[in-house]
């Protein structure tokens, strides 16, 4: 048997049901068996944090409950897939840098990094915590901490991940798009777990390209990365999550910075029926910087919530958060972000801001941008607005002869080129530019 | 031909303008002057299809069509074309990628071709260099940051490209130092020719200094009080608005 419920027909489970179900599973065999002990910390991590429910601090703006009762399934098995399926999903630039995952489970014989092989190092998870056991200890340690409850069920029910290492010095001569596709059930939904764990070495650089595909149908994508960026590495990440749809998709990167590294994310999405994209950062060491550039483009009854947590806990350190949202119909989003500087970490500059361009009288957004500064001698800002299309801006494009929806379309668009102008990668920024630009006014 | 026909029109329920007739031929420039409060403002937004300056009565044709049944955009595709007292910052939209969007609106109700980006370089080259101005505009956002100064080239620049049958010059020279006031209104001459109309609204004969006008109006608490030629604004410079507050026209 491929699939096995991971929820009793009719019940929603508790926390004691799903640590009965796994210990099935593992008497099943549905799991590698290098990666059962990080299961295991999952499962019992989850066990202790619960379900998450509306009391949780990091989903008091998200309802999730109705994921307990969708009655997903976890295959063992990823469905059939062939490379060019894999490579019709593709950007241009990243055939040959490409990491794939099918059914929340990496595919080494889909993978293929053969354009960046002198600078980068790719292996099934299972066989690095074999060979090397010092990644085994670094992701049970992070896991053994992880106090989110749907990153919780990533590491419990992952099936096998992929460990990518940048040589020391390297810089990747293609960006690495890291892909995760799902087949569409149609007897249940489908559980999907991916897990990454990135390494970037001393002085190496290197771009991140972060795609779903189109979802035809309801699955939950759950997937968690882990980052460690070593000394003056320099990271970017694209992250472009489109087409709405009735998904659920729990998105959490972990990123452990040292000194004077550099890591940019930038994030675009158009939201699904769930959509959650937590992010616990640590600038770790003097003169690291990152930055987030967040824009989401919501319609219908998506919901969209942004979780942040960073941590300045070395002097000298920068971080720049912007999240921006287009809400229209009835939408929801929320974006749940806090800055901490640490003692010691004097020398800190941070700014955090939030912005809503709120297009229906039905959508709703939820802000809280939050700082907590424990040292001297620093420079914070957080803030967030929350606005409608400026009437007058409108119509002084009417007055010149630019009917009222293409003038909300410029404006819109104006709004979010602050966030897609910041994606350099031309083939990632020309699938934002024709998805997200190009719809606006639908 | 713009056809005003005993115009009323106000802000927030009460008439401002309380009948206004007035005829532009084209080619001809005409001054409309008046004190704080004369009703000018309302009268240029009410033109322009500003929603929150609704007609209430009378009639205003461009070239026989009736434009107070149009949308903003509508009348501003015929032709009609206001350049701001104080034009809004636009941020997030670039200058040229704006003109070109405005060139190409009007070009699709004319029925012709829409220029490419390549094809609008050309064009707005040809109105900066017309206009001697600096190519910087092409690559900022429109009017964000921009001095008062600026603010009005880059509407007499949109004036350039757009062509319009009758530009509503709305207190142009607000703002504007003396050297300032000299380029814009020598740009705008510049721009002057038998097909454009121009309407020049202000409070000072200074600007008319450099754009003579064919007629002059006095607009005193919303009615047009006093037409006639240039001589007018000398007139008005020696008595001031004062000597015109009740005399019909």
Redesign the interface.
């Known amino acids: 048997m491929n699939a096995v419920a991971i929820k009793r027909a009719g019940t929603v489970k508790t926390p004691d049901d799903v640590m009965a179900d796994f210990r099935e599973l593992l008497v099943n065999g549905c799991f590698t068996k290098e990666l059962v002990g990080l299961n295991a910390v999952g499962l019992e991590n989850f066990n202790q944090t619960g379900f998450p429910g509306r009391k949780s601090e990091k989903f008091t703006y998200l309802d999730v409950s109705d994921l307990a009762k969708a009655g997903f399934h976890l295959r063992k098995e990823p469905s059939q897939t062939t490379p060019s399926q894999v490579e019709a999903q593709l950007l241009p630039s990243t055939h040959k840098s490409r990491v794939v995952f099918v059914d929340g489970i990496y595919m080494e014989h889909l993978s293929d990094i053969s354009a960046i092989r002198d600078q980068v190092e790719l292996l099934p998870l299972s066989e690095a915590f074999t060979q090397f056991p010092e990644i085994k200890d670094t992701t049970l340690q992070r896991a053994i901490h992880e106090d989110d409850p749907i990153a919780n069920l990533n590491t419990a029910f992952t099936i096998n991940g992929a460990h990518l290492r940048i040589k020391d010095g390297e810089q990747a001569q293609a960006p690495i798009e890291i892909l995760f596709l799902a087949a569409r059930y149609k007897a249940y939904p489908l559980f999907t777990a991916p897990r990454l764990v990135i390494d970037v070495g001393r002085g190496a650089k290197v771009d991140f390209i972060i795609k779903n595909t189109k979802e035809y149908g309801s699955y939950l994508h759950n997937s968690v990365m882990d980052v460690s960026a070593r000394e003056s590495s320099d990271v970017n990440f694209y992250h472009i999550s489109l087409h709405s749809g009735p998904a659920w998709r729990f998105f959490k990167l972990n990123v452990d910075q040292y000194a004077k590294s550099s890591v940019k994310l930038v994030n675009v999405s158009t939201g699904s029926r769930i959509s959650r994209y937590a992010y616990d950062w640590n600038l770790k060491e003097p003169g690291a910087t990152m930055e987030i550039r967040s824009l989401a483009t919501l319609s219908n009854k998506a919901k969209n919530h942004k979780y942040a947590t960073v941590r300045h806990q070395a002097p000298g350190c920068s971080s720049r958060l912007l999240f921006k949202n287009v809400i229209n119909d009835e939408a929801r989003s929320s974006v749940d972000s806090t800055v901490i500087v640490e003692p010691g970490a004097s020398g800190s500059f941070s700014e955090q801001l939030i912005r809503n361009l709120l297009v229906s009288d039905k959508g709703r957004a939820d802000n809280k941008p939050n700082l907590m500064i424990h040292a001297d001698d620093v420079q914070c800002s957080h803030g967030a607005t929350i606005g409608q299309l400026d009437e007058e801006i409108l119509f002084y494009f009417m007055s010149r002869g630019l009917t009222r929806d293409e003038a909300a379309r410029s404006l819109l668009n104006a709004f979010a080129r602050e966030v897609t102008n910041s994606i350099k990668e031309p083939y990632a920024a020309a699938v934002v530019d024709e998805t997200i630009l190009q719809r606006r006014g639908e | 031909m713009l056809v005003i026909d005993n115009l009323v029109a106000g802000f927030e329920g009460m008439d401002i303008l309380k009948g206004i007739s007035l005829t532009v031929n084209k080619g001809e420039i005409h001054s409309i002057m008046g004190p704080n409060g004369a009703g000018k403002s309302t009268f240029s937004k009410t033109l322009?299809?500003?929603?929150e300056y609704p007609a209430s009565s009378g009639s205003v044709t461009l070239d026989g069509k009736n434009l107070l049944e149009m949308?903003?955009?509508q009348?501003?595709?015929e032709g009609l074309?206001?350049a701001?007292q104080n034009?809004?910052e636009?941020?997030?939209?670039n200058n040229v990628e704006?003109l070109r969007?405005?060139y190409n609106?009007?070009r699709a109700?004319l029925g012709l071709e829409e220029a490419d980006p390549m094809d609008f370089q050309d064009i707005i080259q040809e109105k900066m260099g017309l206009l001697s101005m600096s190519g910087v505009f092409m690559e900022r956002?429109v009017n964000e940051g921009y001095s008062g100064g600026e603010k009005k080239k880059n509407e007499i620049l949109?004036m350039a490209v757009?062509e319009p049958k009758v530009a509503i010059l709305d207190e142009i020279d607000s703002g504007l130092d003396i050297d300032a006031l000299k380029v814009v209104a020598e740009n705008i001459m510049k721009l002057k020719n038998e097909n454009t109309a121009l309407i020049v609204i202000t409070h000072y004969q200074r600007l008319l200094d450099y754009i003579k006008p064919d007629h002059i109006h006095i607009l005193s608490q919303g009615r047009i009080v006093k037409s006639g030629g240039p001589e007018l604004a000398l007139e008005l410079e020696s008595t001031g608005y004062n000597g015109f507050n009740t005399e019909a026209a």
């Open positions: 322009v299809g500003h929603p949308e903003p955009d009348r501003a595709r074309f206001m701001y034009p809004v636009i941020p997030g939209v704006f969007m405005a609106a009007k109700h956002d949109q757009l």
